[in-house]
């Protein structure tokens, strides 16, 4: 009777020194089909590239390098400190399972709890009040106004262009986390205001930067991202982000302004205050579950205030 043969045990494949630069756009180009995904991702790791450079290897990340990174975003709010450095542990985890990285550079940094206000709406009159501001672009006014009417996230509205756009039917394209497509769908401040803002352009972007777009280099966005008439690039989500910021601090009476997500959040709260179903809000805002709608179906600080004048009725006496 023979012996069996030997089995045969791969040896493991020898791996060298991997860029990070190389390392990155590997990482990033896994959220091709995902673009808001790639967008947070990128911010966070193109700060992590600047502070090492590209060349540096992959394999020689450690504590110290991510934790000088997120010194950054020391003084900021912990959902932003949440946000990048889940975007460094995730660049950590993938090279670790390529074999570029054999320790977890995060291993020392934990999460910030974050401390959650029970309303984040922002009231409706003051929300009126930014949307007609002149001292504010066409273009913010026009991106603020559509994120509160659709209640979609701010990154795929960043990411339409303009063959998406339904004009006839008020709803434009959008793509969705994991690649799928959806409409969503505006009301008539947004119809009257896009053709200004688009001024007869058929292509390109919907929002366009400020400036034209690199031509070359590292910079250089991709040709489906700058307007083929003007060169500008697309809008980035970091600077509508901060463009907003600054702008709701003229109209927050705590000086502090608001995020761009609290528009789609303002969105559905106002939505379910006119007594819209959980069902309802769940076709608007396309989330996946009814269950994390529970914080916009509850009604909040303007309800509660509306309720107080109207059971005030020493208040009506003197009204009469």
């Known amino acids: ?12 494949r020898a791996v060298g020194p991997v860029p990070l630069g190389v390392a990155v756009d590997r990482f990033l180009d896994r959220f091709r089909n995902d ?3 790639r967008t947070t991702y990128a911010e966070t790791l193109a700060r992590l590239t600047a502070a090492v450079g590209e060349a540096f290897p992959t394999g020689q990340l ?5 934790e000088a990174v997120m010194a950054r975003w020391d003084q900021r709010a912990a959902n932003t400190w949440n946000k990048h450095l889940s975007a460094l542990n995730s660049f950590a985890a993938y ?9 977890d550079p995060g291993r020392r940094l934990e999460r910030r709890k974050v401390t959650r206000d029970r309303d984040k709406a922002i009231p409706r009159a003051r929300l009126e009040k930014l949307f007609t501001d002149n001292r504010f672009a066409l273009r913010e ?9 659709t209640c979609a996230r701010a990154d795929e509205l960043l990411e339409l262009d303009v063959p998406d ?15 799928d497509t959806a409409y969503v769908h505006w009301e008539t401040p947004t119809a009257r205001l896009l053709p200004r803002l688009l001024a ?13 777009a690199p031509a070359s280099g590292k910079r250089a966005p991709a040709l489906a991202d700058i307007d083929p008439v003007t060169g500008r690039g697309r809008l980035s989500y970091p600077r509508a982000e901060y463009l907003f910021k600054q702008a709701s601090k003229l109209h927050d009476p705590h000086g502090q302004g608001y995020t ?4 789609r959040h303002s969105g559905l709260k106002h939505l379910a205050e006119k007594g819209r179903s959980a069902f309802e809000l769940q076709a608007k805002s396309r989330h996946k579950h009814l269950g994390t709608l529970g914080h916009y179906v509850q009604l909040g600080e303007e309800t509660s205030a509306r309720i107080t004048a109207e059971n005030d009725e020493l208040s009506r006496r003197r009204r009469r």
């Not at 450690?62 to 991510?66: A, G, K, L, P």
């Open 95 to 103: 090279a670790r399972r390529q074999d570029w990285l054999t320790q």
């Open 35 to 37: 673009p808001g995904t």
């Open 141 to 149: 006014r026009v991106f603020w106004r559509l994120a509160y009417e």
């Open 165 to 179: 756009l339904d004009v006839e039917f008020r709803r434009g394209r959008v793509g969705e986390k994991g690649g």
């Open 260 to 263: 761009l997500h609290q528009l």
């Open 62 to 66: 450690s504590c110290e390098v991510y």
């Open 1 to 12: 009777m023979s012996e069996p043969a030997a089995r045969v045990i791969p040896l493991p």
């Open 200 to 212: 007869g352009r058929t292509t390109g972007p919907v929002f366009l930067a400020d400036r034209r």
